[in-house]
């Protein structure tokens, strides 16, 4: 089982920054990729960001956030800025997991943490 703990959510005025973060903890091999999703109230979820060797971002966040990863912690980050009313949101942590003798990858997410951007 891996556990995934968001941290780093909260209420900031538009245009500042928040920086979260996702540990994962548990028993696995070893961890694929990592990203960040949010679902705002009455929409679906969405992709924001994932990371592997490389990053991919969703158009809507490109220049303002930033993905980064600690591969020794088994943490990702998610570094916003210039944040918008309409960033407003949950945001989930994912992450795809290998387990030794276990095939395709597993998907794990995070409890979800909620950002709020407003005035």
């Known amino acids: 089982q891996v556990h995934l703990v968001e941290s780093g959510g909260g209420l900031v005025q538009p245009g500042g920054s928040l920086r979260l973060s996702c540990a994962a903890s548990?028993?696995?091999?070893?961890?694929?990729?990592m990203g960040w999703y949010r679902q705002a109230p009455g929409k679906e979820r969405e992709l924001v960001a994932t990371?592997?060797?490389?990053?991919s971002y969703q158009d809507s966040v490109k220049g303002r956030f930033t993905i980064s990863r600690d591969n020794a912690k088994n943490t990702v980050y998610l570094q916003m800025n210039s944040l918008k009313p309409e960033d407003t949101a949950v945001y989930y942590c994912?992450?795809?997991?290998?387990?030794?003798?276990?095939?395709?990858?597993?998907?794990?997410w995070g409890q979800g943490i909620q950002v709020t951007v407003s005035s």
């Open positions: 994912y992450a795809l997991v290998r387990h030794i003798g276990v095939l395709p990858p597993s998907g794990y």
């Open positions: 990371i592997t060797t490389s990053t």
């Open positions: 548990g028993s696995f091999f070893s961890i694929d990729n």
